[in-house]
């Protein structure tokens, strides 16, 4: 039997309310079972993670951990130590301003710290560790390796970069054509030891090794800015041709011929660029005007006849370019507005001219001998006068001169005067192994003073002195060690041997012959060269003298020339002057 009850509980359906009821409970208790589970597998992750930081070794670099650039991640310290001290044996680049220069840090003074980097990659402490997840989410950045500075080596090393030092360079001018153009200035560069070394302690190093050092900038005294001024000064200058004239005449300089005269100098002191003028050029351009401009001038002309005026002709001045002072009005007119410069010239003023003439009188040679005595340097003591002839002149006639050789001439005439007296004998041995007559051949000819001390000595030398003054030579002495003569005793000694009256005429002829061939001729005889004359010089320290009888074809004459301070060379022209007046 169908149990009715059962079945008719099963078949009446139920209420939705309690049909959603049932769905909401279930789900509910599912959800908080997962959600249960969940919280217990995050918590079993954390605590699990806990632990796997705790066994973490304490000498390993966490995962993210990075030195100098480079990944050391799950590394031992004993490793990341021996990785950095192998970048320490590596070269590492150092840039500069031109170049790249390679070098090991030791080298540059440079000691990585391999140790303390890995000691501090590697510090996981304990508060750390029990940071869940702490070592997966910690980056540990170290971003440059560590170093010591070895202070001497820094130094050393910083110091040889001295050599790339560079000196700047200015800013100057140049002419393309006329155009004047910058060349740009070049900055100096300068390695500082005390600064290089500060920059070196400064370092950045990571895995690369490279660093840099850069120099201080010098900049030149002259700039860009001062050069362009400088160019545009000179445009300036440039836009209008200048002309140099004078009178009719003119010369004209073209842009280019200005620029190729203009210079750009430093003046580092003013910092600035100064224009200068090559000056030889512009003298060499205005050489072309000098020839148009130039006037010779011509001398005042004053003929003069034994002293006194003649005659004489009316001067001219002349003129020619004075190109300095030209130089400096051109170089002055560039810089202003003007166009024309106006060349400046200098007078040419002719000295003076003497037409000197002289008769053949007394009065003639006296104004020869007058202006002789002026124009010359040293004392003079000069007697000319013709041996038959009225014909004479003379200036300071009794001075006494140091006689130098000429006294042997009176030394002659006592040795001769003994001898006609018999006192002496011609043939008689002298002491210096020759004979009286070889002496006086030697003492004549050559002027021989070894023999004139033997004859001197055999005369007597003072004790002659009286033989001389009884012949009217009274400012003369043949004293030994003083010998003194003058131009009128030498001359009236020269007359009286000429006319016979000083000696026999055969000691005459003997002396004259003797004087006829000595050897020094290069003062009276080589002013009258063409003509006969017997001669005898002297020369003793600053005494020149020269006396002698010249044979002259318009009548003999007697020219006693005595000098102190002179010399041979003005006594021959003083022969050679007396002998054209005489020659007339």
């Not at 300089?253 to 190729?260: P, R």
């Not at 005007?289 to 001038?297: E, F, S």
Request: glycine share 8%; with cysteine; hydrophobic share 35%.
């Amino acid at each position: 039997m169908v149990n009715t009850k059962k079945v008719l509980h099963k078949q009446t359906p139920k209420h939705p309310s309690a049909i959603v009821d049932g769905h909401w409970t279930t789900s509910h208790r599912l959800l908080k079972r997962a959600l249960r589970l969940s919280l217990e597998g995050v918590a079993l992750t954390v605590v699990i993670m806990v632990v796997v930081q705790l066994s973490y070794p304490p000498s390993m670099a966490l995962p993210q951990t990075r030195i100098g650039g480079k990944n050391y991640g799950y590394k031992s310290a004993e490793r990341i130590t021996s990785d950095i001290l192998a970048v320490q044996q590596q070269k590492m680049r150092i840039t500069t301003a031109t170049q790249t220069l390679e070098f090991l840090p030791k080298d540059v003074g440079i000691n990585l710290t391999a140790s303390e980097d890995a000691r501090k990659a590697t510090d996981y402490n304990w508060l750390e560790r029990l940071l869940p997840f702490s070592m997966m989410v910690e980056k540990r950045e170290i971003p440059h390796y560590g170093f010591t500075i070895d202070e001497a080596k820094a130094k050393q090393f910083a110091a040889s970069l001295k050599k790339y030092d560079t000196a700047p360079v200015n800013a100057t001018v140049k002419f393309e054509g006329s155009r004047p153009v910058v060349v740009k200035q070049q900055n100096g560069r300068t390695y500082d030891t005390e600064q290089l070394v500060k920059a070196i302690k400064g370092f950045k190093l990571t895995n690369s090794m490279t660093a840099a050092l850069q120099p201080t900038i010098a900049q030149p005294a002259i700039t860009n800015d001062m050069a362009m001024k400088t160019v545009n000064t000179l445009q300036q200058r440039l836009q209008k041709p200048i002309t140099v004239q004078s009178g009719d005449k003119s010369l004209t300089a073209d842009a280019n011929l200005l620029a190729s005269w203009m210079v750009a100098t430093d003046d580092n002191q003013a910092k600035e660029l100064r224009i200068d003028y090559d000056r030889e050029k512009i003298g060499q351009w205005l050489g072309q005007l000098a020839p148009q401009i130039y006037r010779p001038g011509a001398p005042r002309t004053v003929t003069m006849l034994d002293g006194q005026e003649t005659g004489g002709t009316t001067p001219a001045d002349g003129q020619s370019l004075d190109v300095a002072a030209t130089t400096d009005a051109l170089i002055n007119t560039i810089t202003t507005d003007a166009v024309t410069v106006e060349a400046k010239v200098t007078p040419i003023i002719e000295s003076a001219r003497t037409i000197r003439n002289y008769t053949r009188s007394s009065q003639g040679l006296q104004a020869l001998l007058d202006y002789w005595d002026t124009s010359n340097a040293g004392t003079w003591g000069i007697v000319v006068k013709e041996v038959e002839g009225g014909v004479s002149a003379s200036i300071n006639p009794d001075r006494q001169f140091t006689s130098a050789s000429v006294y042997k001439l009176y030394v002659a005439y006592a040795t001769y005067i003994k001898s006609d007296s018999g006192e002496i004998n011609m043939g008689s041995p002298t002491g210096n192994g020759n004979t009286v007559s070889g002496c006086m051949d030697l003492m004549i000819v050559r002027s021989d003073n070894d023999c004139a001390t033997e004859l001197g000595g055999m005369v007597g030398w003072g004790a002659s002195n009286g033989m001389l003054r009884d012949k009217g030579f009274n400012a003369t002495s043949i004293a030994y060690g003083g010998q003194l003569t003058t131009a009128q005793d030498t001359t009236n000694f020269l007359l009286q041997l000429h006319k016979g009256s000083l000696l026999s005429e055969g000691n005459k002829q003997a002396l004259l012959d003797k004087m006829g061939r000595n050897i020094y001729r290069y003062a009276i005889p080589a002013g009258s060269p063409t003509i006969r004359s017997a001669n005898k010089l002297g020369a003793l320290g600053v005494y020149n003298h020269d006396v002698a009888i010249v044979y002259h074809p318009k009548g003999a004459y007697v020219l006693s020339a005595f000098s102190q301070g002179s010399s041979h060379a003005r006594i021959r022209e003083l022969a050679r002057q007396i002998s054209a007046v005489m020659g007339q």
